[in-house]
Structure formats: C-alpha cells, structure tokens
C-alpha cells in the first residue's frame, strides 16, 4: 500500500492519482517521489483506465519538493556532483512518467501549486484549477535555477515565452484568475465544484474510442514541436489510418448513418 498516494475509481475507465500528504501541503518526499513514479507507470499499463485525475487532498495540490523532511535522499551542496545529478534526474522523472501515460491525465488543482508541483500539473494534458489556486515557480526564490523538471520546455509552449520568462524569473505567485487569463489552466470553477469537474471531464473522454484518444494525444505531444505544418500532418494521417481501421470507430461511423 503506498503511504503517500491514493488511488480511486470514481466513474467506469477513470482512476484518480490523489497526492496525499495534506498536512505538509502534498509537498513530494522521497516515498512520495517513488510511490506516484510507480504509480504512473502502473496506471498506464492499464487498459482499463482510460482517463486519470491528478490532485491532491487537502487543500493544496502540492506545494513542491520537502525540502524540510524529505527522507534519507537528501543530498546536500558538498556531496558530489554525479550524485546530485542523479537526485535531480529522479525527481525530473516525475513529469517524463505523466506525460508517459497512454491516458489523458486532467490535472485538478486544488490549491497551491509551486515548484516541483507546478513541473507536475505542466507535463499533464488538461488543468482545471478552482478559484482558490495559487501557481508559483520557487526554485529562483531558493537561489537556484527556475528551470527544472521540464518547466522551461513546458511553461513557454503553453503560456507562451514572455510569460513564462516573467513567472520563471521573479518567483511570483499567479492567482487562478492570471493562470486561466494566460491559457494555464483551461477553465476555473468553485472550489466545491472542481472535483466533480475533473471526474466528469474525465468520464467524458474515457468513454471515447481509446485508441482515437491515445493517438489524439501522442500528436499533441509530438507536433508541439513538428519542424513544419507537413510534419504534423505526416503524424495526422497516419493516426487517421490507423484509427479508421477499428471496430469500434466503424461501430461509431454506422450510428452516424443510422
């Protein structure tokens, strides 16, 4: 049983990831590091889940690396620099094993969402945030790099360069209000609403076709970064091929005609 992490099945095809460490705000220790790895890697392998939800209880989504108690992991700035490369390279595994996942991940932010959560909500699909949450980039205030874990990748793709230059550079906190303004989030809604939110948008794609949802997002991710319109397109057509060969899309193409 993870100590950190629960699972849930709230609707059919639907498993809610639930950082679940409220009394330090969901901030990632060393078993919480590990646990929601495996956790992303073990979801994905499984064909019945075909939508995941990440969040967190309490009222924080995560407010980033415990850096106050984080486990026996804990480097410190004398050890040596290979060690430290890989400390960084295991918590930059994080965002890789979401955005790994075959499923959609709706990332449903419930409060304070900084540093390492926000590299979390970033490698995810869809964010829906309540009114109540706050986004913060708090390496820079640590005196370190405000780029880790994939957020120079992620942030300017998705708020664009000059924004993401603004958040990464000063450390400053964004209200939902910003996020959803700057494209961060693709919607807000009342506290009390947003995980039934999640869970229904959730439910919506799951009970799609899953291999036109999968390949719908392996495009996303693929030509976010195609050299050309007929790059992209080359990744387009042969989705559609392949999609168009299946039972289930024939199935769905015949209740159109019917």
Known sequence: MAETLTLETPRDGVTVIR?????RLNAINEAMRDELRSACAAVGADASVRAVVLT???????????IRDFGPG??????????RLRFQEAMAA??????????????????????????????????????????GNAAILLGLSGAEMGMSYHLPRIVGTTVAADW?????????????????????????????TAVDTAATVAALAPLGVQMTKRALQTNVDAASLA????????????THATDEAAGRRQKWKD
């Open 19 to 23: 950082l679940n460490r409220p009394d």
């Open 168 to 196: 990464m550079l000063t450390g400053r906190t964004v209200d939902a209000e910003e996020a959803d303004r700057r494209g961060l989030v693709s919607r807000t809604v009342a506290p009390a609403d947003l995980f039934d």
């Open 231 to 242: 790059a992209a397109m080359e990744v387009e057509n042969r989705n559609q091929v392949l």
């Open 74 to 83: 804990m480097l410190e700035a004398d050890d040596p620099a290979i060690d």
């Open 94 to 135: 994080l965002p890789l094993a979401i955005e790994a996942m075959p499923q959609p991940v709706i990332a449903a932010i419930n409060g304070p969402c900084v540093g390492a959560g926000l590299a979390l909500c970033l490698a995810a699909d869809l964010r829906i945030a309540c009114t109540a949450a706050t986004f």
């Open 56 to 66: 967190g209880t309490g009222r924080g989504f995560c407010s980033g690396i415990d």
